[in-house]
């Protein structure tokens, strides 16, 4: 089983629907979580951070499942620049930052 | 705005020719990572600085030769490298403690030919 495995998508969506992301990681040990953003040929940036059972942010929540291992990304009425890959990072030993592959979600007008 | 810089942007160098890459970080983090991300893949570590001292090497080739000059600084020197290194390299930061969030520089596309 891979650390941190995610759906690559794409997720193609109309403007305004609501969409949802899941993460599953293996190590049961980890405390937080993370959902970075990259946009194409750009950095990943922070999006949410989960160290609870969730976080949310505006039209951004994010949900921790600590029994089942995943960690879910919401995204409600989505816009045209939420078009982006979506990578689910969990901590796995000391200062080391696992990737999921990423999700791709294209909004659509 | 990234508060992580990486110089150059964009880099193309021969597979005889040696450059660096650079970073440098504002925020007052004590931990910083060179990363590598190949086209639609997420980035892969290579090598982690706490407190200035190389604390992880994911068993990076020779030719790829980290330095951490003090707390705000860190390069990356290239020496003979193969096309196949052709990728954008990520820097980031982070509070030296795990566990937590880190944060990415705008990256150096490299191209080797």
């Known amino acids: 089983r891979k650390e941190v495995e995610q759906d690559p998508g794409p997720f193609n969506v109309p403007e305004g629907a609501t969409v949802a992301f899941n993460c599953t990681y293996s190590n049961s040990a980890s405390q937080s979580f993370f959902w970075y953003r990259q946009d194409c040929r750009k950095e990943p940036k922070l999006l949410m951070s989960v160290y609870s059972s969730g976080n949310e942010d505006g039209r951004f929540t994010a949900q921790l499942n600590r029994a089942s291992q995943y960690i879910s990304l919401l995204i409600r009425d989505s816009k045209l620049s939420d078009s982006a890959t979506y990578l689910c990072v969990v901590p796995t030993g000391f200062q080391k930052l696992v990737f999921g592959t990423g999700t791709r979600l294209l909004v659509s007008p | 705005d990234t508060e992580v810089t990486q110089t150059p942007k964009h880099l193309v160098m021969g597979m005889t020719n040696k450059k660096s890459l650079k970073c440098e970080q504002h925020m007052g983090h004590r931990a910083m990572y060179w990363y590598k991300q190949k086209a639609k893949k997420p980035p892969e570590l290579m090598f982690v600085y706490s407190y200035e001292k190389l604390s992880i090497n994911e068993s990076v080739p020779s030719r790829f030769s980290p330095e951490c000059p003090n707390s705000s600084l860190l390069n990356l020197h290239l020496h003979a490298l193969q096309p196949e290194d052709s990728a954008l390299y990520l820097c980031?930061?982070?509070?030296?403690?795990?566990?937590?969030?880190?944060?990415f520089g705008q990256g150096t596309r490299l191209t080797v030919v």
């Open positions: 980031a930061s982070s509070q030296p403690r795990g566990g937590t969030e880190a944060f």
